[in-house]
Nanobody, 113 residues
Framework: QVQLVESGGDLVQAGGSLRLSCAFSESIRANVMGWYRQAPGKQREFIAHVTFSGYTDYAEPVKGRFTISRDNAKNTVYLQMNSLKPEDTGVYYC????????WGPGTQVTVSS
């Protein structure tokens, strides 16, 4: 069974930065990979994705502040988050965009005002 583990979440002040990582237990080379987040009391939402060729797309609330990237050799996906806002608070998850596997535990990001 494919496993994935997110890491890098923390408590940070508004305006700060964090870098999240997501390690997969198998190759991600052929997959479109995405980051998602779930804010308190809300459903999980799409944040960003990166294709196998490096094309990226972002949800409007994070455009210009977040950057998704991938390292196929390490089977790892990253999310660089800058200019963080309190509304970015939530649990962050990664997964394959098509044919997602079982969700990992996520990593908590808390942005204080």
């Amino acid at each position: 069974q494919v496993q994935l583990v997110e890491s890098g979440g923390d408590l940070v002040q508004a305006g700060g930065s964090l870098r999240l990582s997501c390690a997969f237990s198998e190759s991600i080379r052929a997959n479109v990979m995405g980051w998602y987040r779930q804010a308190p009391g809300k459903q999980r939402e799409f944040i960003a994705h990166v294709t196998f060729s490096g094309y990226t797309d972002y949800a409007e609330p994070v455009k210009g502040r977040f950057t998704i990237s991938r390292d196929n050799a390490k089977n790892t996906v990253y999310l660089q988050m800058n200019s963080l806002k309190p509304e970015d608070t939530g649990v962050y998850y990664c997964n394959r965009v098509q044919n997602p596997v079982s969700w990992g535990p996520g990593t908590q990001v808390t942005v204080s005002s």
